[in-house]
């Protein structure tokens, strides 16, 4: 695990160079075991910054997620860079956006963190429900530790690790300025073990499946806000000429919105779970992102967020693609 | 399925111009007979064809959609049709993973000069629909208040 002195010296080091205007981070949350990110402006802000197995959120975001307004007459646009520590997973968000041209390298300045994996929140609060005093979360070898309200309590990695680090290919970021703690090697694959099993049920009983999932939706459109890769200015969401979904919540709009929402994925989605994580209904978002990612990797032989130097993949294409689907 | 037999889908084609289009034109100067569940819908080239085009017809009503345009190579943009393939392929794996049944989604190239395969196809997407019936997943519903 990251030591956490050397991260602050880092992370002071970084904030009080002059071409950095921000640096996102990790602090502590208010109860629980939560952490939040944190907006680090300047070296006197950097003492609370942490990285714990708490630490589930995916900053990549915020870097896309942040408004940009029209700047004054007379004044120049602050073109300083934007420092952020990135998990394995978080990183492939960056790489992403980049090959999407959403801004260019030397805009970003990344702190790289090798990551054993982080917990599901969920499954910690399912086991050790209402901690209201901040408690902490280590990861030991396979074990996490907890300690909370005097009580220390190990638990094995397994029981509470979130799903996506059970598949993680890339637990060491795949772009970085520099990392602050040593490469962690591959220690886990995927094979889409959950999404071929939904693809062999009949018709029918996928859409029942889906219709169950998609019914629960209350459209507070979270799960796009919280995406890192779901940085259109104009959603498609939100247009009403032409309005492509009516904002009612029915099982008709309602799949409409996720197909499109997993749509504008297909070929980006870099499997963080973020949507999933803040999902307040639980709908299995990963599962609809997971079978383009499948699909993506079985036809086209392409993996998003690995390479900067990829085009995006529905831009490009190759004269022998599959069409064996061809009337 | 036996009590679908009377039924008669509703397909929404999307026909490029150039192409399919002139196709259908051929199948319809020849005096050639093909079902008349189709419902054209004219776009420059398929790769004009968006997704969301595909959902937006299954949402409003169509039991059907098939997307249509030239062979790979003969496109008139030069490339618009394989962007369309890649496109589709994904979005027809993906209603199959959702639960509407493949046939309902279809793709094919016909040229200008195919006006009986034009007459095939439409064959094949009809029969392929009617087997599965009507398409009652995600029909946008009227609401009785």
């Not at chain 1, 904030?15 to 629980?32: C, F, K, M, N, Q």
């Not at chain 1, 499109?260 to 499997?271: E, M, V």
């Not at chain 2, 080239?45 to 959609?65: E, I, K, T, W």
Request: with cysteine; hydrophobic share 35%; glycine share 6%.
């Amino acid at each position: 695990m990251v030591d956490v002195n050397k991260l602050r010296e880092k992370a002071k080091e970084v904030v009080s160079r002059d071409d950095v205007r921000l640096l996102i981070g990790y602090r502590p949350g208010t109860y629980g075991f939560r952490a939040r990110p944190a907006f680090v402006l300047g070296p006197d802000e950097v003492d609370e910054l942490i990285f714990t197995p708490a630490c589930v959120n995916n900053l990549a975001s915020y870097i896309t997620l942040e408004e940009k307004l029209p700047v004054p007459r007379g004044e120049e646009p602050d073109l300083r860079k934007v420092a952020v520590m990135v998990k394995g997973c978080d990183s492939r968000a960056l790489v992403q956006q980049m090959e999407e041209k959403a801004y260019d390298r030397d805009r970003i300045l990344v702190l790289g963190i090798p990551c054993k994996g982080v917990v599901d929140m969920a499954k910690v609060e399912a086991r050790f429900p209402n901690v209201l005093e901040r408690g902490e979360i280590a990861l030991e070898g396979d074990k996490f530790v907890l300690s909370f309200d005097g009580t220390r309590e190990e638990v094995a990695r397994e029981e509470l690790v979130a799903d996506k680090c059970l598949r993680c290919r890339y637990p060491t970021p795949l772009v970085y300025d520099e990392l602050l703690d040593e490469a962690v090697e591959r220690f886990a694959d995927d094979d889409y073990s959950d999404v071929s099993e939904l693809e062999k049920r009949s018709a029918a009983d996928k859409w029942a499946y889906w219709e169950e999932k998609f019914s629960r939706c209350i459209r507070c459109y979270s799960c796009r806000n919280v995406c890192p890769m779901c940085y259109c200015e104009d959603c498609v969401l939100d247009r009403l000429q032409p309005q492509w979904m009516r904002r009612s919540v029915d099982i008709s709009e309602n799949t409409a919105y996720h197909i499109s929402r997993a749509y504008h994925l297909a070929g980006r989605c870099i499997q963080c779970g973020e949507c999933q994580r803040v999902c307040p209904v639980d709908i299995p978002l990963m599962e609809l992102n997971r079978k383009f990612y499948k699909d993506v990797e079985e036809l086209y032989d392409y993996e998003p967020g690995t390479s900067v130097e990829n085009p995006p993949l529905l831009s490009t294409f190759k004269v022998d693609d599959r069409e064996d689907f061809i009337l | 399925m036996a009590e679908n037999s009377d039924f008669e889908p509703n397909i929404v084609a999307f026909l490029c111009n150039w192409c399919s289009y002139a196709g259908a034109d051929l199948a319809g100067t020849s005096r050639i007979q093909y079902p008349s569940n189709v419902r054209v819908i004219r776009v420059m080239c398929s790769g004009r064809v968006n997704p969301l085009f595909v959902m937006n017809a299954l949402q409003q009503g169509a039991d059907g959609v098939l997307i249509s345009g030239c062979h790979p190579g003969d496109c008139h943009y030069m490339q618009g049709n394989y962007y369309a393939r890649r496109r589709f392929n994904l979005m027809r794996n993906f209603l199959e993973y959702l639960g509407v049944e493949p046939q309902r989604v279809r793709m094919s190239w016909v040229s200008a000069s195919e006006g009986a395969k034009w007459k095939e196809v439409i064959e094949e997407v009809v029969n392929g629909v009617k087997e599965v019936g009507p398409m009652d997943q995600f029909k946008r519903r009227q609401l009785n208040w």
